[in-house]
């Protein structure tokens, strides 16, 4: 059988799925009809829509994103290897998220085949509207609250066996990104701005590696979190989805995805949620001026990550901004 979703018949489909649902616990369903078609919104990886009837008169919708060979060639080429596991994030979802409860979409099991390479994750469909379509602040900072929460929420689950697939966003990752963005201003012809970036490297890398560590989502950007309203009347749940980038990495990097783009009251509004959401012991130890702080070198260091991917690349819309521009004003504000 192909390795791809979208090379594979809907009978494939219907199969793996059933063998997933088992391997959750779902007991031995069968599938008695199924309606499949591509997801409107996929970016980096194929996904198929699927509306699934079981024979126990259970009706689910679900979406199968094809984290192996349905990643594409563009982004393939994008990002470095140790960002491209297909393992991660189907790990993320059995052994982090489903135990922990944490909010986020159900996961449904997923595919794993070492021969052919197919690796399927079966998820929940969320309804709802994407943050970034949203006006509530409300919802924004419940995203924040939610970020803030996370590390907490996955701790006791966490392994040493599970964290070797965990994207570690140490100091090497750091200044591989830092090398790929001061290449990238060179091809662009922003000469100054690189030789800055080269003449600060030091500092920044040591200032970056001293800050508090955490498991984080890693693409926090507002794209990326579903917000779901089917609770209590006024009541927000925020769900993010695409976890391919987790792992170890700056507490405050998924704040720092979060604010792109806002200033003023809101972002302040969104620090305020997310310092007020830490653990106790965390909240004692780090100040607002702490994350702050914190929160201008994780940006500066998102900033690097997108300027350093290649430059021939045009990442999705929704991230696509004048990152050497933002890096520029990054550095002043961090005083490097």
Request: aromatic fraction near 6%; charged fraction near 30%.
């Amino acid at each position: 059988m192909p390795a791809a979703l979208r090379e594979s018949s809907d009978e494939e489909v219907q199969h793996c799925l059933e063998g997933a649902l088992m391997d959750v616990g779902e007991g031995s369903p069968r599938v008695i009809e199924l309606e499949r078609k591509p997801f409107a919104y996929e970016t980096s990886f194929a996904i198929d829509e699927l509306r699934v009837e079981l024979d126990d008169g259970q009706e689910i919708d679900l979406l199968v994103k094809d984290v192996g060979a349905g990643l594409s060639a563009t982004a393939a080429a994008t990002k470095p290897a140790d960002a491209l596991d297909p393992r991660r994030e189907t790990a993320v979802y059995r052994s982090l998220l489903h135990p922990a409860g944490v909010p986020a979409p159900r996961f449904y099991g997923a595919t794993e085949d070492e021969d052919t390479g197919r690796t399927w994750l079966f998820l929940e469909r969320v309804p709802g509207e994407v943050l970034a379509d949203e006006g509530d602040l409300e919802a924004w900072r419940a995203a924040a609250r939610w970020a803030a929460k996370l590390d907490a929420a996955v701790e006791e689950h966490r392994d040493s066996s599970l964290d070797r697939l965990l994207l570690d966003r140490d100091r090497d990752w750091h200044e591989g990104r830092l090398t790929s963005a001061i290449a990238a201003c060179e091809t662009l012809g922003k000469t100054e701005l690189a030789a800055r970036l080269r003449g600060c490297a030091d500092p920044l890398l040591d200032r970056i590696e001293a800050l508090p560590r955490a498991f984080v989502h890693g693409e926090l950007y507002a794209s990326n979190v579903i917000v779901s309203r089917q609770g209590p009347p006024g009541a927000v749940q925020v769900k993010p989805v695409d976890w391919e980038m987790a792992g170890s990495a700056p507490f405050a990097l998924d704040l720092a995805a979060l604010v792109t783009g806002w200033d003023g009251e809101e972002r302040e509004a969104m620090c305020e949620a997310f310092h007020a959401a830490l653990p106790q012991a965390a909240a004692g130890a780090i100040s607002a001026a702490d994350l702050r702080g914190a929160l201008g070198l994780c940006e500066l260091a998102l900033a690097l990550q997108w300027l350093g991917w290649a430059s021939d690349w045009q990442p999705p819309a929704e991230h696509r901004r004048d990152w050497a521009a933002d890096a520029a004003r990054l550095l002043e504000e961090t005083g490097l």
